[in-house]
């Protein structure tokens, strides 16, 4: 199992702009335009990251050339889809954005991708400013294989956090966000008021969906789903029961009616109405929590890292990144657009508009950012100590699908007041053998 304990310091790089880029490549051995008049494919999941590539287009075919297709459908479909191409040895695409909470041992297992590191390598087909030692630890030990392989180069790294509806605590006389799981545990109790359609805790409750939280939750036990190897569960354990009676009793106790029912969509809404008083999820999610026309906390809303549990303090992590399917047709104009989108142009890009968390850790230094974005500094603040205490959200296995299914139905049927210790019980049985048959191949 991956472990996600600690993060290189963040640089303190400064971009130069646009046209001092232009200067700086003429003077170097680096061309842009080396694979000028080809063409390229992209294929992209719905998201903000993917809409940002997009409006970006022409930037980039500018800069070198290249003409390029663009797809991007939602990660339900995108996902089988990629799968099945990558099955065939003929993708429909030269670059593709791969989901690795989800997908890492699947493409490693099947040798899907081509390995970026001669590329990294070769000086005459990477720009000098790409510096690959600013993306984060916990990024990169996604991107490469137990092998050394590096088989993507990491676009986003999503942070669970703690979003906070500062007047709804403060009016029973809470001055912070809570620290620790026995503290947000009081708060959330004494923050509930159902009278008033006002709910201490806001969680994904849906099948599938709940595991990401539990999974963050268990972290908090210092303890993760399955074993380093990847071959057994842990979802049966003394710590995962314990968790699982935790997280019952906050959502039962202190939650919305029909939560069972909630995945982030329905918390988010939730929460933007003012009727949640703490909502725990991805840090994505939150640039529509400061929208006027959409949401009602926007002057209210807080950030803050996910609280301490018993044993450990950690925030679960999501990361995707680009790759170069191994028989794409044009790899080398596939690279350029990789070390484009992923460079710290682009990835400050994304961080001002709040497309995302980006993977470099010297967009998060940038002052100019900081100081044109709608985010408040608690926000960046939140952010930068998640990142220091980062760990990976999903257990790194092929199924991971099949795992989220299989023990959401478990996590469903707990909120719903079953006994924690006999459904986890069943759901460990049920789908440890489809990890062994996983691992037979």
């Known amino acids: 199992m991956i472990r996600r304990r600690s993060l290189l310091q ?4 400064v971009l130069a702009a646009p046209a001092m880029v232009e200067r700086a490549n003429a003077q170097s051995a680096f061309d842009w335009k080396q694979c000028k008049g080809q063409s390229i494919e992209v294929n992209y999941q719905l998201s903000p ?6 409006n970006n287009l022409k930037k980039f075919e500018e800069l070198t050339g290249i003409s390029v297709g663009f797809e991007q459908i939602p990660e339900q479909q995108q996902r089988p889809k990629v799968a099945m191409e990558m099955a065939t040895g003929h993708p429909g695409f030269d670059a593709v954005n791969v989901g690795m909470h989800v997908q890492k041992r699947l493409i490693e ?18 720009n000098p400013d790409f510096d690959l030692d600013d993306f984060s630890k916990p990024a990169m030990a996604v991107a490469t294989g137990d092998d050394g392989k590096i088989n993507v180069l990491p676009l986003n790294q999503d942070l669970f956090i703690l979003f906070y509806n500062k007047a709804l605590l403060a009016a029973k006389g809470f001055t912070a966000p809570p620290a620790t799981y026995d503290e947000m545990m009081s708060m959330a109790h004494a923050l509930t008021d159902p009278g008033k359609q006002v709910y201490g ?5 849906l099948k599938n969906a709940n595991v990401v939280l539990y999974d963050n939750i268990l972290l908090g036990w210092d303890q993760e789903t399955v074993t380093a190897d990847g071959r057994k569960l842990l979802t049966d354990t003394p710590a995962a029961v314990e968790a699982a009676h935790w997280y019952q009793t906050i959502m039962k106790a202190c939650g919305p009616p029909g939560n069972v029912g909630f995945n982030w969509n329905e918390c988010q809404t939730t929460f933007m109405q003012g009727r949640g008083a703490m909502w725990w999820d991805g840090i994505g999610f939150s640039a529509p929590l400061l929208d006027k026309t959409k949401s009602k906390v926007v002057e209210t809303v807080g950030f803050a890292p996910v ?3 018993p044993k ?20 080398k104009a596939a690279w350029l657009w990789l070390q484009w989108i992923t460079g710290k142009e682009m990835l400050a890009e994304q961080l001002r508009t709040g497309a995302g968390t980006p993977a470099r850790l010297s967009v998060y230094a940038r002052n100019d950012i900081r100081a044109n974005s709608s985010f408040p500094k608690e926000w960046f603040d939140t952010t930068m100590a998640s990142l220091k205490m980062a760990r990976s959200g999903l257990p790194v296995i092929v199924p991971v699908t099949e795992f989220r299914d299989t023990i959401g139905v478990g996590l469903t049927n707990i909120v719903s007041g079953s006994d924690p210790a006999a459904e986890l019980k069943k759901a460990t049985a049920a789908f440890q053998p489809v990890l062994d048959k996983a691992n037979e191949t």
């Open 10 to 13: 963040a640089s303190a790089a």
């Open 49 to 54: 990251r993917g809409d940002l590539a997009r």
């Open 109 to 126: 297992k099947a040798k899907w991708m081509e390995d970026l590191r001669p590329f990294i390598a070769d000086k005459s087909l990477t």
């Open 201 to 205: 805790f806001v969680g994904r409750g």
């Open 307 to 309: 609280p301490a549990g």
């Open 312 to 331: 450990a303090r950690h925030s679960a992590t999501f990361i995707d990144g680009m790759g170069i399917p191994a028989t794409a047709k044009n790899k």
